[in-house]
């Protein structure tokens, strides 16, 4: 963001003015901006205001150190209309290049903001798989003390062992899980929190794509395209860490299971989690890439093209049917292993029964679920992997996103000032 501050430096040049007082409390107000004393720059320019209100400089500079200035957590709540106001009353031909740095300040605010949020995020994650390792660690002590407390061995000494162990592992376990469950919700709370951003980002970054034709500073432009750049780069972080949740869900779906094809023909949103991405990559400007086609066409054209003839559908409510029977067959063969266990119970040469019908339940069941697969579903299984691997291997870069895709209704939402031209 300092090389856009830095366009502050001509605001004397641009913005003239004959009172030499006015001119001293600007000096002082922009070398203080540039070298990042940003309270001293405001302040010094509160006083060229005090001096000249009408006077259009000290109100750009002030917006400027405002943008700077304002912490990370109340940065949403930065409001510089005023300023901007009444800087735009002057008719001066270089406002353009100002309203367009000021948005680049604000851009690459939310960029860090994003970033920062999105790193926080991983930094718990991390801490939550130490908690969680030092949890079952702690589990794991906990049984093996009480396998000592109350192991044929009874003397005393075992037993204090044992049960320091079992209280010692327990009260770890307890104090871990804990600690993970909290660095879990601090996670999700700073996800929230990068998610949160990148909306409110988007009118700023689609001021940003408006405003960019209209800069003439070479310097100024080179600037304003690495600002659009790092909140691309910041957004594309947060897209990965979507993508890579969307992917476990869709490889959760059990595509080859007829309800859950009847299920997603009637409704092809009910997968909540397609819909989000869609939206998400709606809201950076993804909306014409090909996985979002992809992504929006799975469930709603390419499953319902398949399924289209009463035929394919009459097949499909069969392979229901078959694939109910299978899980009850096949759930039979456990029942029985199961309750084979006690028949069994002190027999070593039949201990293995049990596990011999459960394991057969679980294959009987699973073969007869595949063999009642229509031609329609094993298509469509076979187009939905072939999507999810496309999804999951194909690399976006900063230059997919389409910023002028955002939609414009977003702008509203962005400082008024900025967005008269």
């Known amino acids: 963001m300092k090389p856009l501050l830095l366009f502050s430096k001509n605001l004397e040049t641009h913005f003239p003015n004959k009172n030499k007082e006015y001119q001293s409390k600007m000096d002082l107000a922009i070398s203080s901006l540039v070298t990042g004393d940003y309270q001293k720059s405001k302040d010094m320019f509160d006083s ?22 304002v912490p990370d957590e109340k940065f949403n709540d930065l409001n510089i209309d005023e300023f901007l106001e009444r800087a735009l009353k002057s008719k001066n031909k270089h406002l353009t290049s100002y309203k367009v740095a000021l948005s680049g300040c604000l851009a690459y605010r939310h960029a860090i903001i994003i970033k920062e949020s999105i790193l926080a995020v991983e930094r718990f994650l991390e801490e939550q798989k130490k908690a969680k390792a030092k949890k079952n660690a702690a589990i794991a002590t906990a049984v093996i003390g009480g396998a000592v407390f109350s192991g044929r061995n009874k003397s005393l000494a075992s037993n204090i062992v044992g049960g320091a162990m079992m209280v010692g592992g327990g009260a770890s376990a307890l104090k871990s899980g804990m600690k993970e469950e909290e660095f879990k919700k601090l996670a999700n709370s700073l996800y929230s929190k990068a998610l949160g951003q990148t909306y409110l980002s988007t009118p700023v970054m689609y001021l940003c794509a408006s405003l960019k034709d209209h ?56 997968v909540q989690e397609i819909g989000e991405f869609s939206a998400f990559m709606k809201i950076i400007g993804l909306s014409n890439h090909t996985i979002f086609d992809k992504l929006n066409n799975l469930f709603k054209i390419e499953l319902k093209k398949l399924f289209e003839s009463e035929q394919a559908m009459a097949d499909l409510a069969e392979a229901k049917q078959k694939q109910n029977r299978a899980m009850g067959i096949g759930g039979l063969f456990v029942l029985i292993g199961f309750v084979s266990i006690y028949i069994v119970d002190g027999n070593d ?44 291997d194909t690399p976006l870069s900063p230059q997919d996103i389409d910023i002028n895709l955002i939609a414009s209704e977003n702008s509203t939402k962005t400082d008024s000032g900025l967005l008269d031209m």
Do not use: C, R
């Open 48 to 69: 060229a205001i005090e001096i000249d209100s009408t006077f259009p400089s000290a109100w750009l500079g002030k917006a400027f150190a405002e943008v700077a200035l």
């Open 215 to 270: 800069i003439d500073d070479s310097t100024l432009k080179n600037n304003f395209d690495v600002v659009i750049n790092s909140w691309k780069e910041s957004v594309l972080y947060l897209y990965g860490k979507q993508k890579t949740q969307l992917i476990e869900t869709l490889k959760k779906q059990t595509v080859t299971n007829a309800e859950t094809l009847e299920t997603l023909i009637q409704d092809p949103n009910s």
């Open 349 to 392: 040469d039949l201990e293995w029964v049990p596990i011999v019908l459960d394991i057969a339940g679980l294959i009987l069941g699973g073969y007869l679920m595949s063999q009642a697969e229509t031609k329609e579903m094993k298509a469509f299984k076979a187009h939905f992997d072939q999507t999810v691997a496309s999804i999951n």
